[in-house]
Each structure stands twice: as C-alpha cells, then as structure tokens.
C-alpha cells in the first residue's frame, strides 16, 4: 500500500505565501511524477504543477512565476511553493503520485486526502 500525506494547508491574506508538503511511504519502488492539483467549489480538479523524476517541471499558466513545485527523491516528498497569493487559488488541494511498486510491478496512482487553500482579506 502507498500513501500521501500531505500538510501545509491553511488561511492566509492576499499576497501571502504557503509551503503545501506531500510525502508519500509504504512499498515504493520507484516514482516517476509527483504533482499538485486543485479543486474548488463546483469546478474540476485541475493539474497546479507537476514534476517528474528527473526534475523536470510543468505549471498551471495561472501559477507560472508565483508557485514552484520542488521534490526531495530521498524522501519521497513534494512541495509546493506558493507565492502571492490571490484569492482565485482558493481551492482544495491534493497531491498525485504515479507509482512502480516493485521492479514487476506496473505504474499506479495515488492520491492524498487533499489540503484546503484559503485566500481572503
């Protein structure tokens, strides 16, 4: 079994910052991408940033120059930078991870519990 725990979620004012962390355990033989996405009140849940394991990473167009997405391979963890907040990022927010348990073993996904964002004087 593999599981994300994620933390880092909260209320802050517009032009704030939060550190969002996922850190994924259990039988993990390889993972190849990590990712953030959101979902807000009656939208679909939508890709943030992602990167994959060899550094390389890819941004929503509306967090590009304000979020960074940053992975730490030797503990199997993810974070997301957010910087100048506005109130649109408002959303929950859940980490993905696209998992090999075993050198046998196909890729599978998993999810966290998801982390709640708020922005709002």
């Known amino acids: 079994q593999v599981q994300l725990v994620e933390a880092g979620g909260g209320s802050v004012q517009p032009g704030g910052s939060l550190r969002l962390s996922c850190a994924a355990s259990?039988?993990?033989?390889?993972?190849?991408?990590m990712g953030w996405y959101h979902q807000a009140p009656g939208k679909q849940r939508e890709l943030v940033a992602g990167?994959?394991?060899?550094?390389?990473?890819a941004y929503a167009d509306s967090v590009k120059g304000r979020f960074t997405i940053l992975r730490d391979n030797a503990k199997n963890t993810v974070y997301l930078q957010m910087n100048s907040l506005k109130p649109e990022d408002t959303a929950v927010y859940f980490c993905?991870?696209?998992?090999?348990?075993?050198?046998?073993?196909?890729?599978?996904?998993?999810w966290g519990q998801g982390t709640r964002v708020t922005v709002s004087s």
């Open positions: 259990g039988s993990i033989f390889s993972i190849n991408t």
């Open positions: 990167i994959n394991s060899g550094g390389n990473t």
């Open positions: 993905n991870a696209v998992v090999q348990r075993s050198r046998y073993s196909g890729y599978s996904e998993y």
